[in-house]
Each structure stands twice: as structure tokens, then as C-alpha cells.
């Protein structure tokens, strides 16, 4: 027994197949789902999403958003998302030390707080490469 997972932002659709479970990161923990799971609406968080296909695993990087399972359905929508496959690891690690450096010279709450959501970002996309390596 499979799962439809569909992975869409608000420009693209990412992910349109038949998976036969996977791992979403959402506010509250990651979460296991495999075929029959009970419905379920949650919050998506900055995070890697782990999808298991004929006895491999990929990953994704997933930049927030919400999710909603049943009936073998997963539809997952999300602010930005990257396939694992698709992230070049020379400029993630780049992406990571700008946004560390720009963390530190953060001034004030606002930037703060932008600065954090960037450097969990990068910090995803670093951990899927890793995670695909």
C-alpha cells in the first residue's frame, strides 16, 4: 500500500507521486506517517522532509508552511521547498556563512528575528545535503 504525496509552493509543484511513508518536520515534532494513518491538519515547520520510495530514502528541505493527511493523501504546502537532489552544497555552505555573519550583525528585533529564520534555513539545506550524502 502506497501514499500520494504532493508537495506544492506557491509557484510549483515539487513532489506528485505515490510514496511509502514519509517524515514531516512540523511545530509541534517530526511525524511518522505511513499508509492508513488517521487525518490529520498541522503546521509545517523550517525542516526536512524524509520520503521513503521503493526502499530509498530522499529528502527535502522544507521552508514552513501546512499539512494535511488522509485517506492516503498528503498534501503538503509549503512556502519554499527543495529537493535534496537539487541543492548545489559549495552554495548552501556559502548561504550558511552569510547568514551566520548576518546574525551577528543583527541590530534590533525585527533583523533579529529575519536573520534567525535565514540561518534556520540555511541550516536545513545543509542537513539535507548531508542527509542525501
Known amino acids: 500500500m502506497t501514499l500520494n504525496l504532493c508537495v506544492l509552493t506557491p509557484n510549483r509543484i515539487v513532489w506528485d507521486s505515490e510514496v511509502k511513508e514519509i517524515i514531516l518536520s512540523t511545530n509541534s ?3 511518522g506517517i505511513l499508509p492508513n494513518h488517521a487525518p490529520v491538519a498541522t503546521a509545517v515547520d523550517i525542516g526536512i522532509l524524509r520520503i521513503r ?8 528541505a522544507l521552508m ?31 548561504a550558511l556563512e552569510i547568514a551566520e555573519a548576518n ?31
Open 29 to 31: 515534532g517530526l511525524i
Open 53 to 60: 520510495l521503493n526502499g530509498e530514502w530522499s529528502a527535502m
Open 64 to 94: 514552513g508552511g501546512f499539512a494535511r493527511i488522509g485517506q492516503n493523501e498528503i498534501t503538503v504546502l509549503v512556502n519554499d521547498a527543495e529537493r535534496g537532489s537539487d541543492i548545489d552544497p559549495q552554495e548552501a555552505q556559502q
Open 103 to 133: 546574525l551577528r550583525k543583527a541590530e534590533g528585533k525585527r533583523q533579529i528575528i529575519e536573520a534567525n529564520l535565514a540561518l534556520r534555513r540555511a541550516r536545513t539545506r545543509i542537513e539535507v545535503v548531508n542527509v542525501i550524502s
